[in-house]
């Protein structure tokens, strides 16, 4: 069948203005989207850059937008990205600076961050003249982190990366998950310090779009949201979210719901005057508009009572 | 058709037109309602889950004696109790510890066979939607409308869309708005976080994300935005005025909420549906409206 390719360029040595090629080339049924580029690139242009290794869904350098889908070339059919017509899109993935054509930066993207988290164990003493061995379930849960082979999908979902690039992002988060959680390491809370610095742990959204999009079902959502609850029970975490999480456990305690107005104010901190006024124009405005009438009551929940013994109860056996 | 209301600490907090509209949508509709009163927060994801999953146990005990399926109008509501019903009905024993420990006392046991659904879905899974489009006294011609779903009404797979046929759940409100007449006018990041849980930890990425989200609809010639979740409603209108700074210019786009948008079709005025407690400005909304009155 013949398919045309409408490519992303980007010539890092030309003008530097991004534009579009268009191929097209003659491919069996069955072939993947890099039987394609594999074959524009030996019969049509040696110019087109690309990343490619394994060949065969292993390795996750071959990470692309094809017609909008984030995925990876090599696993690709064509004939699943066809059946509106014979044309298909090809961009770089998103949220990460180009180099050329499809092929994205990967050390602005990925390991200069994973660097930051100091991705490697530092071992604590371990039995002498023999293995450090773990339980297996310890294993089972970070072999499933360590699966992870950096194809860059979840870091291309992140909702936060688009508005902020130096957010560490879910695939360098996830490695310090993999180092924080290993008991061999003699210093997890480092990395969970380092973790809850600014563009860290608080920095995520737990959007669930990392999760959504990792092929190896390594779920990097529920890894950070991991990070931040370790970094609580040890007593490290962003001073203003544990503010806010304490308020909030607290007007939930008392009265069985959330105290939004009583939230708003102890989040930012009681003697914080600047940032108290800060929320005064809004403030104002929901007055007017009746959002927030006077007097402002919270007033207990009828279950509420109830809903303390659950936290009485949880908190005593947390600790 | 009758289900157990959960309406959500923000429905009667920070957006108080949202619980009177969703109520006066639900009698239009001849849905009944049995609200759940004596129940806690949800969590909403900032409790932790030794917290909320107790919590959210009871409230769907409570539901399940009721023998009403529970009826959500918050995306995060929604999300988080579908991921505690997901642990719960799928792992027995942890659903039996949490009986025992927490629920026993009060002579209470989830038998994990509650649903919690999304008055969105309600609408497309139970309701119908030709029982639906025959109610509609108002369609919402020229109204063009950009959608905004809350990440919990899209994820996580495993709770929100388990099955291949309930990943069309995806759609429901792109579907919706074309059912009630209007203009649909899609963005890139209707799926996307609206900010609000990072409002705390990182405040200028939050109304990055308002400006974002906002501007794109509004570039793209859309009247207003509509949600399925207030606390996306909190920040995209709430906050719109401070986003506005860091864009640079104007956005001034009406952010309703999903009740207030299904109740303008069904007949209601933007009166009734309480759209002037907005902070961002719906006159926009409201003059369409009475033109098509």
Known sequence: MQITFKVYRKDPEGNGKPGRSEYTVDLSDDATVMDGLLKIRDELDGTLAFRASCLRGYCGECTMRISGKSTFACTAKVSAFTKKGPEIALDPIRNIPVIKDLVFDWDAFLWNKIKAVKPWLE??????????RLPDAVMKDLRQVMSCYYCGLCDEGCTVLPVDFDFLGPAALTKAYRVAFD????????????????????????CFEASEHCPRGIAPTERIVALRDKAFQMGISHEKVARHHQSFAASVKESGWVDEGRLAVESEGLTNIKGLMKLLPTAAKALVRGKAPLPYVHSKRPGADRIKKIFEKGERERK | ???????????????????????????????????????????????????????????FAKAEGLGLPI???????????????????????????????????????????TEVKHLLWILFEDYGLDRLKSLIRRPLKGLKVSPFYGCFLRRPPE??????????????????????????????????????PI???????????????TGESKEKGADCMVTPCPLCHLNLDGNQPRAQAVRGEKIDLPIIHLPQFVGLALGFDP???????????????ESRVEMLA
């Open chain 2, 71 to 113: 009826m959500t109008i918050c995306s995060t509501c929604q999300g988080v109790m579908a991921q505690a019903n997901y642990r719960l009905k799928s792992d027995p024993a942890y659903r039996e510890k949490i009986n025992r420990e927490y629920l026993a006392e009060e002579g209470l046991e989830y038998r994990g066979t």
């Open chain 2, 159 to 196: 709770a929100i869309t388990p099955t291949k046929e309930l990943s069309r759940r995806k759609n429901y409100l792109d579907e919706l708005i074309e059912i009630l007449g209007a203009d649909l006018v899609d963005i890139s990041g209707k799926g996307k976080c609206c900010g609000f």
């Open chain 1, 183 to 206: 008991p061999r390491d003699r210093d997890g809370k480092e990395r969970l310090r380092i973790a809850e610095q600014p563009k860290g742990v608080w920095d995520c959204v737990h």
């Open chain 2, 199 to 213: 409002l705390t930890a990182s405040e200028e990425n939050s109304l990055a994300m308002v400006a974002k989200h």
């Open chain 2, 271 to 285: 009166e009734e549906m309480q759209l002037k407690r907005h902070i961002v400005s719906t006159r926009v909304v």
């Open chain 2, 1 to 59: 058709m009758k289900y157990a209301f959960y309406p959500g600490c923000v429905s009667r907090g920070g957006c108080p037109e949202l619980y009177p509209s969703a109520v006066k949508v639900a009698q239009k509709l001849e849905v009944e309602l049995e609200e759940l009163k004596d129940v806690g927060c949800t969590g909403a994801g900032v409790l932790p889950q030794y917290l909320s999953d107790p919590i959210n146990a009871r409230t």
């Open chain 1, 123 to 132: 071992p604590r003493e371990g039995p002498a003249n023999e293995e450090h």
